[in-house]
């Protein structure tokens, strides 16, 4: 997945506003990447060049080598809400965007069968959202992006509206299933912990119009354990990015 030299500027009555100015980034298969960075400096738009759903006003946008021609291509977006129908249970929830690419009902219900094990769901396939805890909730979001089989999957904060506990359970988990999924991932996240936690690599992207500022590599051993939050190295990761945060706040004053 590659960004290369990406411009891309809103149209207002006022003229063009320019979100992200000779952007590039590549994200080689199987790494996780996380982006953080100020309000309004151009995370969700690089999601939305990425799954096809804007087009640059200059540069290059491909996936697999291919470029990025519409939505229809080889990512799965998840947003940060878990969109779960209410009138569907687990799997029929789980099986949507089988359904939506063609698959028979019966067939995307096997294949959803087979990995609900994988996701910690067993027992609640014929469970409605509204019988489900938050973190549950997001577990069945995420089986449906997975099940859409895209190697490359768009994340935007999933666990953002969770509670501390919650989302830490819903790191371990994210971390275990991914080593067995083996897919490139790329995260949005406005908290600097969870970026250190989960990725491989963050990129810190500067204010609106500026693009990427910096990037750091999380040099820390897997599987990673909560008890890592604590160790120095962790915490040098972490004072980094917040340094290089703050800085990039200041700049765009």
């Known amino acids: 997945m590659e960004l290369a030299r990406v411009d891309f500027a809103f149209a207002t009555r006022q ?10 980034l590549r994200v080689p298969p199987g790494e996780f990447v996380s982006l953080i960075g100020p309000s309004g400096c151009g995370k969700s738009t690089v999601f939305r060049l990425i799954a096809g759903l804007l087009c640059p006003t ?10 990025v021609a519409g939505p229809r291509g ?11 129908l209410p009138w569907r249970t687990v799997l029929e929830n789980a099986v949507l965007f089988l359904e939506v690419q063609g698959l028979p009902r ?13 996701f910690g769901l067993a027992g609640f396939e014929g469970a409605y959202p509204a019988q489900l805890s938050g973190g549950m909730r997001q577990r069945v979001a995420f089986m449906r992006t997975a099940l859409s089989g895209k190697p ?20 371990q988990w994210l971390m275990e299933v991914l080593a067995r999924l083996g897919t490139t991932v790329l ?3 406005h908290d600097v912990e ?16 500026s693009g990427l500022a910096a990037e750091r590599q999380i040099d820390l051993p897997r599987p990673r354990g ?13 004072a980094q990015l917040f340094d290089l945060l703050f800085a990039e706040k200041e700049a765009a004053l």
């Open 15 to 24: 003229g063009a506003v320019a979100v992200l100015t000779d952007f590039s």
């Open 58 to 67: 200059g540069g290059r946008v491909s996936v697999g080598g291919a470029p």
């Open 74 to 84: 080889q990512v799965s977006l998840m947003p940060q809400q878990d969109l779960l």
């Open 106 to 118: 019966r067939e995307a219900r096997d294949r959803a069968r087979e990995m609900v094990g994988l």
């Open 152 to 171: 490359v999957l768009l994340l935007d904060e999933p666990f953002g509206a969770l509670d501390a506990l919650t989302r830490m359970e819903m790191h």
């Open 187 to 189: 995260f949005i996240t």
């Open 194 to 209: 969870e970026a250190v936690l989960l990725s491989d690599r963050v990129v810190v992207m500067g204010a609106r119009g």
């Open 226 to 238: 909560r008890r890592l939050i604590s160790s120095p190295e962790f915490v040098r990761h972490k």
